[in-house]
T-cell receptor
Framework: GENVEQHPSTLSVQEGDSAVIKCTYSDSASNYFPWYKQELGKRPQLIIDIRSNVGEKKDQRIAVTLNKTAKHFSLHITETQPEDSAVYFCAVSDGGGGADGLTFGKGTHLIIQP | GAGVSQSPRYKVAKRGQDVALRCDPISGHVSLFWYQQALGQGPEFLTYFQNEAQLDKSGLPSDRFFAERPEGSVSTLKIQRTQQEDSAVYLC????????????????FGEGSWLTVV
């Protein structure tokens, strides 16, 4: 099955600085790569996603880059703000037409220092 | 409602007790997933429904876990004879299209049901 590695597990940055979270995956057939933000006790919320036919996607302060050859993708958050503090999960679809949904990384706890 | 709704939000069960967790997906969504999220971990897949058909249950950890979606909308996850290792957040999620046909439809999550087995 798919194996998703996410790092770092904890990331502390100064407010206003950038944050980068990286994920690698194992299945070269994977074709959909979403990122979810989860605040304590809340639901995972989709913040950005990218499909395998695109190398980069940006939405205001958030961007995702995908390197299919190397099988890794990254989340970039610029001009970080206190409300960006949360746990971020990367996820991968198996792309094989099966029904087992998304495989998630273990999460990155992002801490924005004022 | 506008989002995925789950109940109860919090459940404390005595070991050996049966529990039932309910999910109301977004109206019209074909796909419905159940995930289990242990503390400090990412969600892990349990089972998938396309309308009323359970197409994948490979993630269910034991035969004590059972899920149904009889009319293709509301779903129930039942756990029989609960054990302490069942303590987790159970997340329901839905997607507009068939995930089986296109594994790239956006998945929307509910707030989860927090199960504690004592």
């Amino acid at each position: 099955g798919e194996n998703v590695e996410q790092h770092p597990s904890t990331l502390s940055v100064q407010e206003g600085d950038s944050a980068v979270i990286k994920c690698t995956y194992s299945d070269s057939a994977s074709n959909y790569f979403p990122w979810y933000k989860q605040e304590l006790g809340k639901r995972p919320q989709l913040i950005i996603d990218i499909r395998s036919n695109v190398g980069e996607k940006k939405d205001q302060r958030i961007a995702v880059t995908l390197n299919k050859t190397a099988k890794h993708f990254s989340l970039h958050i610029t001009e970080t703000q206190p409300e960006d503090s949360a746990v971020y999960f990367c996820a991968v679809s198996d792309g094989g037409g099966g029904a087992d949904g998304l495989t998630f990384g273990k999460g990155t706890h992002l801490i924005i220092q004022p | 409602g506008a989002g995925v709704s789950q109940s109860p939000r919090y459940k404390v069960a005595k070991r050996g007790q049966d529990v039932a967790l309910r999910c109301d997906p977004i109206s019209g969504h074909v796909s419905l997933f159940w995930y289990q999220q242990a503390l400090g971990q990412g969600p892990e897949f349990l089972t998938y429904f396309q309308n009323e058909a359970q197409l994948d249950k490979s993630g269910l950890p034991s035969d004590r876990f059972f899920a149904e979606r009889p009319e293709g909308s509301v779903s129930t996850l039942k756990i029989q004879r609960t054990q302490q290792e069942d303590s987790a957040v159970y997340l329901c999620a839905s997607s507009l299209g068939s995930w089986f046909k296109d594994s790239g439809n956006t998945i929307y999550f509910g707030e989860g049901s927090w199960l504690t087995v004592v």
